[in-house]
């Protein structure tokens, strides 16, 4: 039988630091916020002694209270590693998406899809669309919404993750590279069916969309229609097993034709 850890007494310890001076106290909280990694704690503290002597706070609330910044902080310094690790090529958010630009998109549902259901049930969603119609920037803003929500999210573009796995194969890496690729909550797929792949690349894509399937969830973005994505894949029986991976239990958004884009920048010429 192991032998059972002494229990910790607190009472000794803090009667034995009762003499500390006002100055030693102040260089001890601001040591120990070191040693524990506590820095919101050691940025907060004097504001929230001020406070707790004004709100007449009891002990346990000014703990509390330092302690709740500190989780925030956390959070909040958490969910900027995970948008960046995401590796976005610009920011993009929901909240400046503008629908009314777009009659298309249905709001409710891209509010629907912020709250990450999907992504917990493993999902896929697919914006499919003209340019100029907002499809990366959803995928960006929901990729981010995800990420700020505690998801693992990784963006890659389509001709950029094929070059990747063709690479990978040749180093004799591509399982490894699968794998990384496997793990992440959502992966975001931007700019599919811009460019023809060849039956290799396109092998080496769907062997990523296996790994995912039911389990965590893609996102894609084309330009194309599902009827023409056989220029991109051009062997039908492997395009029809894509598409299939793709839409099984998921969400298509059709955001269409019109570029708001070019209508922006024409209203902007016209106005000026």
């Known amino acids: 039988m192991s032998p059972t850890a002494p229990a910790t007494t607190v009472t000794p310890v803090l009667r034995r630091r009762r003499g500390l001076t006002e100055q030693a106290a102040v260089a001890a909280v601001d040591q120990a916020c070191r040693r524990l990694r506590l820095p919101t704690v050691r940025a907060v ?68 899809l912020a709250t990450g259901e999907w992504i917990r ?3 896929p969603l697919c914006l499919i669309g003209d340019s100029g119609t907002g499809k990366s920037h959803l995928l960006i803003g929901l990729g981010t919404a995800a990420a700020e929500k505690g998801y693992r999210v990784k963006y890659t573009l389509a001709t ?18 699968i794998a990384r690729y496997g793990r992440v909550d959502l992966l975001c797929i931007d700019e599919l069916g811009y460019m023809e792949l060849d039956r290799r690349g396109a092998e080496l894509l ?35 097993a894509i598409v299939d991976r793709l839409t099984f239990n998921g969400t298509i958004i059709e955001t269409g034709t019109d570029s708001y884009r070019l209508a922006h920048t024409i209203a902007q010429q016209a106005a000026s």
């Open 45 to 112: 503290l004097d504001e929230a002694l001020s406070i707790a002597g004004k709100e007449q706070l009891s002990y346990q609330g000014f703990l509390a209270e330092l302690l709740l910044a500190e989780c925030d902080d956390r959070d909040r310094r958490s969910s900027i590693r995970r948008v960046k690790a995401a590796n976005f090529p610009r920011d993009k958010w929901l909240g400046d998406f503008d629908f009314d630009a777009n009659q298309n998109i249905n709001p409710a549902t891209i509010h629907t």
């Open 121 to 123: 049930k493993g999902q």
């Open 160 to 177: 950029r993750l094929v070059n990747e796995l063709v690479e990978a194969a040749d180093d004799k890496m591509l399982a490894k590279t």
């Open 206 to 240: 769907f062997q990523v969309l296996t790994e995912r399937e039911e389990k965590n969830s893609i996102a894609i973005a084309s330009n194309e229609s599902f009827s023409g994505w056989t220029k991109t894949f051009t062997d039908p029986r492997l395009c029809a």
